[in-house]
C-alpha cells in the first residue's frame, strides 16, 4: 500500500531549526516529483517547495527563500525540508505530496507533522 510519512515536527524557539522528513512507500518514488505543503488553523493549505523526481530542479514559496531547503535521497525513499531561522508564522501542520511526472493526476499525501515556533 502507499504511504506518505512525516517526522521531525516539534516546538521550537523563534530563530531555532527542525529537518523534516517524509518516508515513502508502495510507489517508484524516483518517478515522483515531490512537494511540502503547509497549513495553520484557520488558514488554506499553503505550498512551501518542490523538488523534480530527480532532484535536479527546486523551487520555493516565497515565504521560504533564503530559510528552507528541500532535498531528496531517492535511495532512501526520502524527501526533507530543512528549516532555519523560523518564525512564529511558521507555524503550522506541514505535509508533504507526491506527483507523477507523467500525468501530474496521481497524487499521495501524508498526514502531517505538527510544528510550533513559540517563545
Known amino acids: 500500500q502507499v504511504q506518505l510519512v512525516e517526522s521531525g515536527g516539534g516546538l521550537v524557539h523563534p530563530g531555532g531549526s527542525l529537518r523534516l522528513s517524509c518516508a515513502a512507500s508502495?510507489?517508484?518514488?524516483?518517478?515522483?516529483?515531490m512537494d511540502w505543503y503547509r497549513q495553520a488553523p484557520g488558514k488554506e493549505r499553503e505550498w512551501v517547495a518542490r523538488?523534480?523526481?530527480?532532484?535536479?530542479?527546486?523551487g520555493y514559496a516565497d515565504s521560504a527563500k533564503g530559510r528552507f531547503t528541500i532535498s531528496r535521497d531517492n535511495a532512501k525513499n526520502t524527501v526533507y525540508l530543512q528549516m532555519n531561522s523560523l518564525k512564529a508564522e511558521d507555524t503550522a501542520v506541514y505535509f508533504c505530496?507526491?506527483?507523477?511526472?507523467?500525468?501530474?493526476?496521481?497524487?499521495?499525501w501524508g498526514q502531517g507533522t505538527q510544528v510550533t515556533v513559540s517563545s
Open positions: 523538488i523534480s523526481s530527480t532532484g535536479t530542479s527546486i
Open positions: 505530496k507526491a506527483t507523477w511526472v507523467l500525468s501530474g493526476a496521481r497524487e499521495y
Open positions: 508502495g510507489f517508484t518514488f524516483s518517478n515522483y516529483v
